[in-house]
């Protein structure tokens, strides 16, 4: 009897371990990645990766907008140093007066042996007008793509809305798919978003090996095309870790566990100066980062107080700006200027005026506010230390949002309240969540709200971030769902200087019209910049890969995405 | 009906389905009652990846399209429900076009591999424990049940936090969270098994304590009470061994406890969630908890109903298990008085 029973328990012991074995091996066979042939990336990814497909709305890394352009490639790649659109698939572009001219490079294939040709990228772009996909508004500028040959595209700009520089963003985010494999997929606008794409074809230089919702792993492609001009990347695989928190992923970047890193790291000069890691960023001193984006306060300009410059102007000189760069931004940025260009590092600093911030602008200046509310506004302090204008008007309480958890834009807004209170400007924070906050910006529902106007970097700056700002032609009234201009800023000077601007290259005049439109910017304070923020934060480890681009090695640029898949070129494997 | 047994129950059955229906049409409009669109935070992601502002407009009223939010309420009600009845749980929003089944499915592993050994082991030895202390008496239950207290009264998610910050933060003994070493795959190796039970320790200790103690309180009532009663005076007095005593007041004293395991069964999923965020433990809980904080409706409803259902099944087995398990709630069910 026991001998029967302890067949049974043996039985049931094997079964449950088979469940159990079953369960665990769901994912994958066992993978060993050699660390010295494997860079790990954090920073780009965070969710389970549910799909490939560079059209669908939130793509897995790489195949996102803005990140790595490893196994979807664009034709050109922006250069954050030089400003300028380099060669990757397109060798030359030249623009005629209503024509724009592609040249691709010979030899350019997909990862399966196809050809790619000027037939694919006609094919790509079509996709735009045909669907509503990331990039159909290229299609507002553009009236007319042809494949003149394999090697060369023709583009018709639309002679109604002329705008060289909103296409030229186009030529560095457009994925080219393979007409040959999307063409099957493309049968309805349903069926090209919920397309997986889990075993992409791209013309890039990696293709993908792995992916489950702990890690993408990316193995190079040793036929890539483009090896007899760009090279072989030195890394043989590339993965990304997804991790469930950015605390997760910075412990695994101090530890040399993630070599190269887009998280916000705060106080990362400690790991060089303190902790004596091989860790760097691409400034070895302040900021650190080079900054691309101004993350800024915008203003309801039609509520009552804050509908007069002059309230707007008091709590521009009140907001400690030096204060929010040292503590929200961690020192990554300098104090911020009023100016809607940025003054340091992107090449669009050629267009900033220091004569004219002196002259319009403001800065940090708490007595300069109070004189602003008592001699200009005459307004009377009141006994909780608020001020009153002579209509009875207490300025504020103004409440100032952002979504929760923006640790850092929750930072900048404390700063300014706490400063706005100091001087007797009433502003209380509130942080919903990020759909409630979408909400109240594009709908123009607010009081004070933090948002970045034109964020990420394009050829097309800082003209986009003058657009964002000041254009309200195409923005419907505060109630409905605006995507720029938030609280509704309209200018008619500004919206022809705009126009004029968006078709000129000549250095000079485009340096007259952005001071012109800064000036007006300054006077009218539609929106107060509170701080800098780079594109991307460019952080790496050398404990195993060396030879990262920084200022003193600048042989590409710092990003995770456009002209910075040089970087992959770049380094070498440690000794 | 002729017996009463099929009677009674397909009298509960068809409450259990009025109950269902109630609790997945609350499924359907409590997530919709989160202030804020979906869509407009997917589109207003895309103008961070750098998709011009002219572009996100096409695209909002195209998602909205394609996710069915563009219909009027009423309607994305009797697709929903028509949808449940197909077993069809929709494609997340937030993770479009990843199927809600299968993000669920890749999760609920990790949930009940969390909670069912801890809910298991939790009931085990808190009765235990609660049945010894009882009967032993003196210090070792003043200390047990001291301590039984002291644990079945701290919230599970704040001993977790305590546990997180002394163990894994501060003296880095176990990891901060996650369910395996991000470097590892999945696999039948030494080493991954190694590495999965070092992540799986605190988040363990963590529920396992708290359960020991709610259990171990609840037994030695029950027992103490059990322990005055007739029949174990009776037993002493014939001289019958106290592990044989122990045995018949244990067996007694159990069936209030047996409710309190289904039940616990049954909330795992939802009680999963603040332990799992707490520790980023890739189960259910911590993507309900993501799901919650973008408004992604179907993996919101998918997780619920989940949770709905093993609620439900959970009260219904215990109701029908009683029956079996005491008779006199047996001639209750049956309607003998």
Known sequence: MSKVKKFIVSLISLLLVTILVGSVSFAQAPLQLPRKETLYIAGMQWGPPTSFNPMAPAPAWPTNRGQHYLIYETLFVYNLLTGKLDPLIGESFNWSVYTLTVKLRKGAKWQDGTPLTAKDVVYTLELGKKYSLYFSSFWNFITDVKAKDDLTVVMTLNKDNPNKKRVEVFLGQIFIVPQHIWSKIDTSQKALLEYTNTEPVGSGPYKLLAYSPEQIVLQRDDNYWGIPYYGKPAPKYVVHPIFKSNDAGNLAFERGEVDFSQQFCPEIWKMWEVKKLPVGTWYKKEPYHIPASIPSLYINIHKKPLNNPLVRRALAYAINYPKIAETAMSRYSPAAKSSLIIPVGVPEKKYFSQEDVDKYGWKYDPQKAIEILEKQLKAKKGPDGIYVLPDGTRLGPFTAECPYGWTDWMTSLEVVAESARAVGIDIRTQYPDAPVWTDHRNTGNFDLLMNTPAGGYTPAHPWLRFFEVMEIKGVPPIGQVAYWNFNRYSNKKASSLLAGAAKITDEKKLYAIYRELDRIFMKDIPIIPLEYRPWHFYEYNETYWTGFPNEDNPLASPLHTAQGIKIFYIIKPKE | ?337
């Open chain 2, 1 to 337: 009906m002729k017996n009463p047994f099929a009677r009674y129950l397909l009298q509960k059955l068809v409450w259990y389905i009025l109950a269902f229906f109630v609790a997945v049409s609350l499924n359907f409009i409590l997530p919709r009652l989160i202030p804020g669109n979906p869509v407009a935070v997917i589109v207003n992601q895309m103008a961070t990846g750098g998709v011009q502002s002219d572009t996100l407009e096409r695209l909002y009223s195209t998602y909205m399209k394609e996710f069915g939010l563009d219909k009027p309420l009423y309607v994305q009600y009797f697709n929903y429900l028509r949808n449940i009845l197909h077993l069809n749980l929709g494609t997340s929003f937030m993770l479009y076009p990843g199927k809600v089944k299968d993000l669920i499915g890749r999760a609920l592993p990790w949930t009940i591999g969390l909670q069912v050994p801890a809910i298991l082991s939790g009931w085990i030895l808190g009765n235990l424990l609660g049945a010894f202390s009882a009967y032993k008496g003196g210090k070792f239950d003043s200390v047990a049940f001291t301590l039984s207290l002291v644990f079945s009264n701290i919230p599970y998610y704040c001993l977790a936090i305590v546990f997180l910050y002394l163990l894994a933060v501060r003296f880095g003994i176990f990891p901060v969270g996650g369910g395996y070493s991000f470097g590892t795959v999945p696999t039948l190796s030494w080493r991954f098994i190694t590495d999965a039970i070092h992540h799986y320790i605190l988040p363990y200790l963590s529920m396992v304590l708290v359960a020991i103690g709610g259990q171990a309180i609840g037994m030695r009532e029950m027992s103490i009470y059990e322990l005055t009663s007739d029949y174990v005076n009776y037993a002493k007095n014939l001289g019958i061994r106290d592990e044989r005593i122990i045995r018949y007041v244990f067996k007694n004293a159990m069936l209030p406890q047996i409710t309190g395991l289904a039940i616990s069964f049954g909330t795992m999923m939802g009680g999963a969630l603040v332990t799992e965020s707490v520790f980023s433990y890739p189960g259910v809980g911590s993507l309900l908890f993501t799901a919650i904080r973008q408004s992604d409706y179907p993996l919101i409803q998918g997780c619920t109903l989940i949770i709905t259902v093993a609620v439900l099944t959970a009260n219904f087995l215990v109701e029908i298990a009683y029956g079996f398990i005491d008779p006199r709630i047996r001639a209750v069910q049956l309607g003998e008085r």
